[in-house]
């Protein structure tokens, strides 16, 4: 993984070096090359690591996920900030089951950076109501519950959310 100013330098000596064989009229060296920074523009903005630890998940393969965002040392410095986000959603999402404290630190950081689908958003909010509410905390829990069916556009939590809202009324 690169860190991402190492992408963005990346991309300008690619860009530099497609000028100059247009120049010497190697047409085509220098559209493969203009192709060729789609690359590292896309793994930019999508780090590559985030996207192999969402395809373990898919697969339900929480250790393997693990393995993937382990191997991204420092996300203040190699990931932009929507991309910190991710990392500290998938994090949460990993720890919810088995530690929960960590994963409402998590949780909460991912809150804080932002999310770019309101669908994941939801999730984030969904589950720190459930931390919330097993910790007693019901107006934090119940505020959070309002903001994540707000977000559910698609009803795709709304069981979910019904389900949690009986629960706290036993609370």
């Known amino acids: 993984m690169f860190h991402k100013n190492i992408k963005i330098v990346l991309v300008i000596l690619i860009l530099a070096t497609a000028i100059w064989q247009f120049t010497e009229s190697n047409i085509g060296n220098g559209i493969f090359l203009l192709l060729l920074t789609i690359i590292p523009v896309f793994l930019y903005f999508k780090n590559e690591y985030i996207l192999l630890a ?8 929480f250790p393997g996920a693990k393995v993937w965002l382990d191997r991204i040392k420092n996300p203040e410095t190699a990931l932009v900030r929507k991309q910190q986000g991710y990392y500290n959603y998938l994090n949460g999402l990993m720890l919810s089951q088995t530690n929960l404290h960590q994963s409402e630190k998590y949780f909460k950081k991912a809150v804080e950076l932002g ?4 669908m994941d958003m ?10 919330a509410m097993s910790r007693r905390r019901k107006m934090e829990a119940t505020a959070l519950l309002n903001e994540a069916k707000k977000l559910d556009k698609q009803n795709m939590l709304k069981d979910q959310i ?10």
Do not use: E, H, P
């Open 115 to 118: 999310l770019s689908m309101d």
């Open 122 to 131: 939801a999730v984030t909010k969904l589950n720190l109501a459930g931390i």
């Open 162 to 171: 019904t389900m949690m809202k009986n629960q706290m009324k036993k609370i």
């Open 54 to 61: 969402f395809l373990k998940l898919r697969k339900q393969d």
